[in-house]
C-alpha cells in the first residue's frame, strides 16, 4: 500500500511547480495533482515527477477542488502543499520519523510567509499532515479548513516540529492586489451563507491588502467580538485595529486595541513592537523603550524555540535592534544602548559571518557623530535598508557634517524614493543650505500625494515664512484643520500657529 500521498491543486504554476516537487520527492510515494484549467505547461512539470494528475471543473470553491484531490490519495498519509510552497529541507527526518506512527493523527505544521512589502515574516499553523480519513474534508472557498472535519471525527490534532516555506506573498504590490481582489469575492460569497468570525478574520486582512481600512476595521471588529475564535486570531484582530488607528493618528483607539491584543495574548512580538509605538506617539518615550524590549526578547525566544501559537507575525531581529538603539539613545540609556549594541554585533556576527572592521568602525564614528569620508559613505549606503533606514536618518539628523551628510541622503532618496522620513531629511537638509525653495518644492509635492504625516505641514509653514509667502500659509493650515480634526496634539499646534501668526504676521485667519 502507498505510505504517504502528496495532494495538490494548481493552475498555470509553471514557475514554481518544480520547487515544490523537487522539496519532497524522496519523501512522498504518490504525487496527486488536480489541475484546475491549467494553460501553460504545468501538466508537463507534472509529468516529469509520474505525478497522478486529474482534471478538476473550476467552481470558485477550493475545499471542492481540494477534497476531490484527497478523493484520489490512496497513502495511508496524506500531505498536503500548494505550488508556490516548499518543505523545508530540515523537516525532511521530522516527515519520516511521524508518519511511520500508526496512530490517526493530524499534525499542525508551521507554515513561514515572506512578504516583501511590508518586510515581515507571518508565521501560521496549520493541519498539512494528517492520516488518510475517508470522511476527511475541508470547508471554506478561500482559506479553506480540515480541522473541524477531522475533529468530528475524533481525530487528534497535535503540534509537529514540520515547516514549510511559502513563497506565494512575496509578490509584487499588483500581483498582490490582484489575488486578493480573487478572494475577496470568494470570501464575501462564503460569508454571505456562514457568518464564520474566521472567514471575517480573513475578510479584514483582504480589505487591508486592498487598503480599504474602513471595512477591513468593520470585518477584523466583527471576528474579534466572536468567542468561537481562536484567542491568537483575535489578538492579531486587536492589532490590526491598532495599527489603522495608529496610521491614522488616532492615539486613544490604537493604545486600547494594542491593550486588547496584548491582554487576549502576550506572546505576539509584533503587537509589542507597535505597542512600543504607539506610546512613541504619546511621547511615553521610557514605555516605549520598555515595550521594545520585551517585543525584541519575546521574538529572540520565539526564532529559538519555536512557535506553539495558530498565528504571529515576527520581526526582524535587526529592525528591532535598530529601533531599540534609537530608543536607548533618545532616553540616555547607557544599560540598554550597550544591550542592543552586543545584540547588533552578534546579529551581524550570525549574517555576516562577522562585523568587519570598516563597518565596525564607520559604526564607531556614526555613534560619536564624527565626519565621514568617501569610504564611510559607501558602507553606510551599504548598510543601510528598511530595516534600520529610520535609525540612520535620525542619526544623520545629530550629524554636525551637513556636507557629508547631504551626498548620503541624497544616494538614500534615489534608492529610497517613496521614504517619508527621507524625503523629510531632505529638505531640512535644503533649508540649511539655503536653497528653501527647493525644500518647499519637495513638501508641496509629498502632500500632493495625500501624505498622513502633519510634521510636514508644519515644516512647510515655516518654510513660507521663510520667505514671505504668507499668502500660501492659509490654504495649508485648512488642509491641517480638515486631514487632522481627530487629533488633538495636532490641533492643540495648529490653534497656538494661528494666535502667532495673527500676532506676528499679516495671514488672515
Known sequence: MIHLSLAMIVRNEENHLRGCLDSIREVVDEIVIVDTGSTDSTIEIAQEYNAAIYSFEWIND??????????????????????????????VSELIRITSNKQKI???????NYDSD????????????FANFEKASYSGKVFEQIDSSLLEQGVALINSKIQINHIGYDFTKEEKEAKA??????????????????????????????????????????????????????????????????????????EKNIHYSLKVDDRQPFAHLLASKISVRKNELMIAEERCKRAYILNQ??????????IVTMIDPEEVIYYGLTLAIQNKNNPNYQFYQKELHAFYHKVDGDINSRKSFFLKKLFTNASFDKEDV???????????????????????????????IENLLKKYPDSIEVQKMFAKLLDEFGRVEEAIQLLEK??????????????LITYYLKIGKEDKIKPIILQLEKKFAHVQDVMT??????????MFTTVPM
Open 378 to 408: 559607501e558602507i553606510a549606503l551599504g548598510l543601510i535598508n528598511y530595516n534600520n533606514l529610520s535609525f540612520f536618518v535620525y542619526m544623520f539628523g545629530n550629524n554636525p557634517y551637513k556636507q557629508q551628510v547631504l551626498i548620503i
Open 493 to 502: 499646534r495648529v490653534r497656538t500657529l494661528k494666535r502667532k501668526l495673527l
Open 181 to 254: 481582489k480573487r478572494n475577496l469575492f470568494l470570501l464575501l460569497d462564503d460569508f454571505g451563507t456562514n457568518k464564520s468570525p474566521y472567514v471575517a478574520f480573513q475578510l479584514g486582512v483582504t480589505y487591508n491588502t486592498l487598503h480599504d481600512e474602513e471595512n477591513a476595521a468593520k470585518y477584523f471588529k466583527l471576528a474579534s467580538e466572536s468567542g468561537k475564535l481562536d484567542r491568537q486570531y483575535r489578538a492579531q484582530c486587536f492589532t490590526f485595529l491598532a495599527f489603522i488607528a495608529h496610521q491614522n493618528h488616532k492615539i486613544q483607539d490604537a
Open 62 to 91: 477550493f475545499s471542492a477542488a481540494r477534497n476531490y484531490a484527497l478523493s484520489k490519495c490512496t497513502g495511508e498519509w496524506i500531505l498536503t502543499l500548494d505550488a508556490d510552497e516548499r518543505l523545508d529541507e530540515r523537516s
Open 118 to 129: 511590508t518586510k515581515r515574516e507571518h508565521s501560521i499553523r496549520s493541519i498539512r499532515l
Open 301 to 310: 525566544d520565539l526564532l529559538n524555540r519555536g512557535q506553539e501559537s495558530s
Open 446 to 459: 509629498i502632500i500632493a500625494m495625500h501624505q498622513s504625516d502633519p510634521s510636514i505641514y508644519f515644516y
Open 106 to 112: 493530524g499534525y499542525y505544521c508551521t507554515v513561514k
